[in-house]
């Protein structure tokens, strides 16, 4: 069966069609239902979600600009390559902002959003034990989200939410390695212990940590898709 037929549709009454279209491929791309260098058919999609083309070519260009869709000749539409040089770039920016992050949580968080990190903490080790790769994904987003709304900071939050639909691939591809979830929980802990200490140093070195063993985590996994 072609990932085309398998990934999940979602449709709301009230958006246009253009963005419910957008919104269901994007999320297909992203949990990794519609794969890397997988071809758009454009009738297919529509005979799929029940709409014409136009809102297809509409939303296609819309994941193009976003750098999820490329379109090559002859073929049209594929969805774009997880590459280390995409990575790489996404990665770099997340980290610096996952550093300012902690430092500012650790002056600004509150008790209660400490209890939450804690629930979070265990969410997700409790996440990890269903095997389940979006459940986990979802709980890892869940418990960054506690730390970036602990800054106080809108700016950044907006920042980082706009980064967050990228990033969510590759983290995609990290949750992935089951190797590495046990590591994904320590270093969970470690972030948490350090921001109820109020200790910005170490906080600031274990989110670094957590972005770099996620970088070499991933790449293995591009070699290993690619065959290198």
Same mark, same amino acid.
């Given at each position: 069966?072609?990932?085309?037929?398998?990934?999940? @549709?979602? %449709?709301?009454?009230?958006?246009?069609?253009?963005? @419910?279209?957008? #919104?269901?491929?994007?999320?297909? $791309? /992203? !949990? +990794?239902?519609?794969?890397?260098?997988?071809?758009?058919?454009?009738?297919?999609?529509?005979?799929? /979600? +029940? !709409?014409?083309? &136009?809102? $297809?070519?509409? *939303?296609?260009?819309?994941?193009?600009?976003?750098?999820?869709?490329?379109?090559?000749?002859?073929?049209?539409?594929?969805?774009?390559?997880? &590459?280390?040089?995409? %990575?790489?770039?996404?990665?770099? !920016?997340?980290?610096?902002?996952? @550093?300012?992050?902690?430092?500012?949580?650790?002056?600004?968080? &509150?008790?209660?959003?400490?209890?939450?990190?804690?629930?979070?903490?265990?969410?997700?080790?409790?996440?990890?034990?269903?095997?389940?790769?979006?459940?986990?994904?979802? *709980?890892?987003?869940?418990?960054?989200d506690i730390i970036i709304k602990a800054t106080g900071n809108p700016r950044?939050?907006?920042?980082? #939410?706009?980064?967050?639909?990228?990033?969510?691939? =590759?983290?995609?591809? =990290? $949750?992935?390695?089951?190797?590495?979830?046990?590591?994904?929980?320590?270093?969970?802990?470690?972030?948490?212990?350090?921001?109820?200490?109020?200790?910005?140093?170490?906080? *600031?070195?274990?989110?670094?940590?957590?972005?770099? #063993?996620q970088r070499n985590a991933i790449i293995r996994q591009i070699r290993l898709?690619? +065959?290198?």
């Amino acid at each position: 069966m072609s990932m085309n037929d398998s990934f999940q @549709v979602n %449709m709301d009454a009230f958006l246009p069609l253009r963005d @419910v279209v957008f #919104n269901n491929l994007r999320h297909a $791309i /992203l !949990v +990794g239902e519609l794969k890397p260098g997988e071809r758009l058919m454009e009738i297919h999609l529509a005979n799929k /979600l +029940g !709409v014409s083309r &136009t809102p $297809i070519r509409e *939303a296609i260009r819309m994941l193009e600009l976003e750098g999820l869709v490329i379109m090559t000749p002859r073929r049209g539409a594929e969805v774009a390559q997880i &590459t280390e040089k995409s %990575m790489n770039d996404v990665l770099e !920016v997340r980290q610096a902002l996952d @550093v300012l992050c902690v430092e500012l949580a650790c002056r600004r968080i &509150t008790a209660e959003e400490l209890e939450d990190l804690k629930d979070a903490c265990e969410a997700f080790a409790a996440s990890v034990e269903t095997g389940d790769l979006r459940q986990i994904a979802e *709980a890892d987003v869940a418990l960054h989200d506690i730390i970036i709304k602990a800054t106080g900071n809108p700016r950044l939050i907006q920042l980082v #939410n706009n980064l967050s639909l990228q990033m969510y691939r =590759y983290r995609f591809e =990290y $949750i992935k390695d089951s190797t590495q979830h046990e590591t994904l929980i320590r270093e969970h802990r470690v972030i948490y212990e350090s921001l109820v200490a109020g200790n910005a140093e170490t906080a *600031a070195q274990a989110a670094k940590t957590h972005i770099d #063993n996620q970088r070499n985590a991933i790449i293995r996994q591009i070699r290993l898709e690619q +065959g290198k």
